[in-house]
């Protein structure tokens, strides 16, 4: 283990200090179960010239705010310097066999589950919850309204509102999202903040989900999709396997998307035939929009609801597609006309036994309630 020259120096300082007993002040309707130390040294030590370890006396104290619990056999260790606080905040709620470490500030109404360790100088702030058997290592700082997951091991930072798990700790969500319980993921998946997945939604494995996205009702995505920042879908919809949709891209349902698709930014689509918004006499008919395998959508495209896009078509920035598209090549303008031929080197071999993906009837039924075959 590499010395600290430094610090070994300035333990031997406070190792000179006078010792004194710990002051420990405890705010109004506080509960502190037998068994509880208050005050004790924590265990800050630097190996010396010979590779022995040398112990820093601890000379500082510990204010407990009000309405706090502290479980039976925890240990909240007093601050280092003799100025200095160990700092347990109002309404904080402390488990059994948890260690408070030196100089560690815990905020106001933290619940820290038990056989949880902070070590040294550890800042929880307010509202934030830490589950069993957590292990926060020196220095760290878990920002408000955190959770961090049973058996973490944290190495760094939480930022406020993020909930990690893992060994090291790793963000899974923020908590400014709003996530159904029944939403289902494969592995290694991905999700930034403040986004939205509502009931009965499923996605594969490798899938990344950017900030600010939202997915509704019905959405399905296969494997290694990345679904890039502000993107949504609006609900019942496929994304197939390999498939990259960048920024700000809105997926209507009844929109299906085959593997190995590349959507550009910000394209639209829809998934009403017509217009019957207080229009009593209007028809009420929904369709289905499918983009072949391996297309390119480039962005800022707009797609009629009901059209249906060839394997391999590439269709340019900007394009309006109102008709369907049966002709693998690179079309291009508003309305969409054809460019010129897709060069070869874009073109992507569909495996024979590839199937097309259908929408469950029962699953159009309940979404799609005016679907028409048209």
Known sequence: MERNPERLKWIREMNKLVPRPAKVTIGNNTKIHSTVELGIESYGMERDEEGAWVRCKQHGNI???RNVEISPFS???????P???????DGTKISAFVNIGHNSQVGKHVFIGPLTNLDGSV???????????????????????AFVGSGAVVTEDVPPGEIVIGVPAKPVWHRGDHIAS?????????????CIVEPDVVVGDNVKIGHHCTLKSGTRFGNNIDFADYCKTTGICYVGNDVNIRTGSCISKSVIIEDKVFI?????SSHTKYVYHHRPDVPKRQVITRIGYGSIIGSSV???????????????????????????????GNPMRKLADIPSEYYIEKPADY??????????????????RE
């Open 83 to 89: 100025d200095g606080y160990t700092v347990i905040g």
């Open 302 to 332: 707009n797609l009629s609801a009901g059209v249906r896009i060839v394997d391999n078509a590439i269709i340019g920035y900007g394009s309006l597609v109102t008709k369907d598209v049966i002709e693998p090549a690179i079309y291009v």
């Open 182 to 194: 029944d939403f289902k993921h494969g592995e290694n998946f991905k999700i930034g903040k403040f």
């Open 264 to 268: 550009g930014a910000g394209i639209m």
């Open 355 to 372: 199937e097309e993906h259908i929408f469950p009837p029962k699953k159009l039924i309940k979404y799609l309630p005016y679907y028409s």
């Open 123 to 145: 800042e929880v702030e307010d509202y934030c919850y830490i589950a069993p058997q957590v292990q926060i290592n020196n220095n760290l700082k878990i920002g408000e309204g």
């Open 75 to 81: 240990i909240v260790r007093r601050a280092t310097l």
């Open 63 to 65: 204010r407990i705010g």
